[in-house]
């Protein structure tokens, strides 16, 4: 299977770097971490009783220092973050000036009897006070819980009642596609009938019209008259800086614990490697830091070399189709870090209109995600890159914390292929196998495994241990298991083939099918529901819902429909809502009563079931093809 390459690169080819992680990924490691500024040494490099690794054992550090202080000699006038509002208002907001709000807010924190290790829910818009938040919670020791701000008032009260938050921070609203997303009343909604949270900050974005409660405290008042100096707490290597909330194939979402040491070295490595970070770069990537990307690669990596940002707050395409290509060239972008979803939505608008923007700053183009597909990549290295930017395909989870697979301009230069993310970081171990872990002939779809501990591994799952081996850790022995499925080519490189469980990618983000599942049926008219998700050209997949009715329901599909919909926005956020719903008398299931996902999908996409002969649980083709052929059949009359 031959494919195109590209053969772009910076010039940097530092094979040793790779040679030495193959040989011992352990002291690998250990040299990278002591680029960061550590308060105190470690004497272990890493502990590892499989299935919990500890980096750095022994050592004290701390990021809202490596974030902030340590630039304070050089680059206190530089530029941290270039904010641009989705109204067009602008900020420029200074490494110094970073440092004392963050300084100041990590006071208010403690004012409000945060400690080390308290848990701290943030719901805030893409606005400079986001990062000022986890970056203060990070300073004395809290654990920072974000949550997208797209999420509805019951998946705040579940993730606050999971972490025991303490304190949320929240606005009164936030701009998206010109409107204000009431962000405080989702709040004051949420945590009702939560007594354990004590105070609720409220930073006012909007200015439109709240109730404040007793609870509720503005963020500007609690910013008045608080002290500028707030040193860094020295915390262990392990110390857990956040829990980050994903999906997964139950229906709860699972709290993605990062500790501290580990991870901020991941981060350190991989932002210089694959985007051979200059001093005099203005790097941007658009994820909402409410998902990890955000996290790592907006409110952590960045700081951590001290570079400056575009944060933007808004709708990628508001007020039109030129907005992101307006930003890149007002701010002269050099690095632009995106999604395929994002991409193929630009793609449809026409070249015309990026045509039309300078973005002679460009040198480096990066994605992530979801897999991209070889046109999409060649529309960004032509259109976008004028064929001089790298594509940087980065291959990673919330899971992994940092990049696990992708080109590295900064360390190597190799050839580049669409649609591969090309080779793993030094020091990362992985493989394409088969069901029982053999490793399966190149060019062979396979499940990717990573065979080693690396640094920005999470944890463990929040007050979930047993759950964190299972999910991740039991499929195979000693081996990390992603869910996704992948290839390696002749060459080594790996292809990325999407999702092997059953976790959706709707526009990037993950949703679990059996939360989407719960909540359908938390209607009550509802029997039973199966999702999945089927292609879609602009968001890579889309959600359809097949609902069975409860035994002698006549209500009226439309008004029913709207319920759901309704309900699913209410109780997870509108990411969510399927595209399709399909009233149906039955699900399709095996005599063992799973769901057959396959056949759904078949439907979905009008298509014919195709192979059967590996359906899960052997259930007999005659008897698929009948259950698909019932299906179809109940689906039609219902349309009629
Ligand atoms: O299926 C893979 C896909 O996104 C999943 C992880 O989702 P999440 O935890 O939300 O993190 C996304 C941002 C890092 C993976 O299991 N994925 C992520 N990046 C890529 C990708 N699939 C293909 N190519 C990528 N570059």
Request: glycine share 8%.
């Amino acid at each position: 299977m031959m494919s195109e390459t590209y053969r772009i690169g910076l010039g940097n080819n530092n094979n040793s770097l790779r040679e030495k992680a193959n040989s011992d990924f352990v002291s690998f490691w250990d040299e990278q971490a002591k680029h960061l500024s550590w308060f105190s040494p470690w004497d272990k490099t890493l502990d590892w009783s499989p299935p919990f690794a500890k980096w750095f054992v022994g050592g004290t550090i701390n990021a809202s220092y490596n974030a902030l202080d340590i630039h304070q000699s050089e680059k206190s006038t530089k530029s941290a973050i270039l904010w641009e509002g989705e109204n067009g208002e602008s900020r420029n907001v200074t490494y110094g000036e970073m440092f004392t709000l963050v300084q100041k807010f990590a006071n208010v924190l403690k004012s409000l009897g945060v400690q080390k290790d308290d848990r701290v829910t943030i719901y805030l818009p893409m606005v400079p006070e986001l990062i000022v938040s986890m970056l203060a919670c990070a300073r004395i020791g809290a654990i920072h819980t974000v949550i997208f701000s797209g999420f509805s008032a019951t998946s705040i009260k579940d993730r606050v009642s999971d972490s025991k938050s303490k304190i949320i921070i929240t606005a009164d609203g936030g701009y998206r596609r010109g409107k204000i997303v009431k962000l405080k009343d989702v709040i004051d909604d949420a945590i009702k009938d939560i007594d354990f949270v004590e105070h609720v900050v409220v930073l006012e974005r909007t200015k439109n019209k709240i109730t404040m409660n007793p609870k509720d405290n503005l963020w500007n008042d609690l910013m008045n008259n608080i002290s500028e100096l707030c040193s860094a707490e020295a915390l262990p290597s392990d110390h857990p800086l956040y829990i980050l909330y994903t999906s997964g194939t139950t229906g709860k979402p699972k709290g993605v614990l990062h500790g501290t040491g580990g991870y901020l070295t991941h981060l350190h490595s991989t932002f210089k490697w694959a985007f051979d970070i200059k001093d005099s770069d203005v790097f941007f990537c658009t994820a909402d830091i409410g998902w990890v990307t955000g996290h790592s690669y907006v409110a952590y990596a960045p700081f951590l070399h001290g570079a400056t940002q575009v944060m933007y707050e808004g709708a990628p395409d508001f007020p039109d189709a030129s907005r992101m290509w307006d930003i890149l060239q007002k701010y002269k972008v050099t690095i632009f870090y995106t999604t395929p979803t994002a991409l193929r939505m630009f793609m449809k608008f026409g070249d015309e209109i990026p045509n039309s923007f300078d973005l002679s700053n460009l040198r480096l183009l990066g994605s992530v995600g979801e897999p991209i597909n070889p046109e999409v990549w060649k529309w960004y290295f032509k259109t976008i890159g004028k064929e001089k930017c790298p594509i940087i395909d980065t291959w990673w989870q919330t899971e992994t914390g940092g990049m696990l697979i992708s080109p590295l301009p900064g360390l190597e230069s190799i050839p580049l292929k669409p649609g591969s993310g090309t080779l793993p970081i030094p020091g990362v171990d992985i493989s394409v196998v088969d069901e029982i872990g053999k490793d399966v002939p190149v060019n062979t779809k396979g499940y990717l495994v990573i065979k080693n501990p690396w640094p920005g591994m999470l944890l463990t799952l929040w007050n979930d241990d047993e759950k964190y081996k299972t999910v991740y850790w039991s499929k195979y022995e000693n081996c990390y298991y992603p869910g996704d499925y992948a290839r390696k080519d002749e060459d080594g490189y790996l292809w990325l083939l999407g999702r092997a469980d059953d976790v959706l990618k709707v526009a990037g983000h993950r949703i679990g099918t059996a939360e989407l599942e719960s909540c359908i049926v938390s209607h009550p008219s509802v029997a039973e529901s199966a999702v999945c998700g089927i292609p879609d050209e602009v968001k890579g997949e889309v959600i359809i819902a097949f609902v069975v009715l409860k035994q002698g329901v006549e209500q009226n599909s439309k008004i029913l429909e709207k319920e759901i919909i309704d309900k699913i926005r209410n109780n997870i956020g509108s990411i969510a809502t399927p595209k399709q719903i399909y009233f149906v008398s039955k699900l399709p299931k095996t005599r063992s009563g799973k769901i057959m996902r396959r056949l759904l999908k078949a439907i979905g996409n009008n298509e014919k079931i195709g192979d059967v002969s590996t359906l899960e649980d052997g259930a007999a083709v005659t008897e698929v093809q009948q259950v698909f052929d019932e299906l179809k059949t109940s689906i039609k009359n219902n349309l009629e």
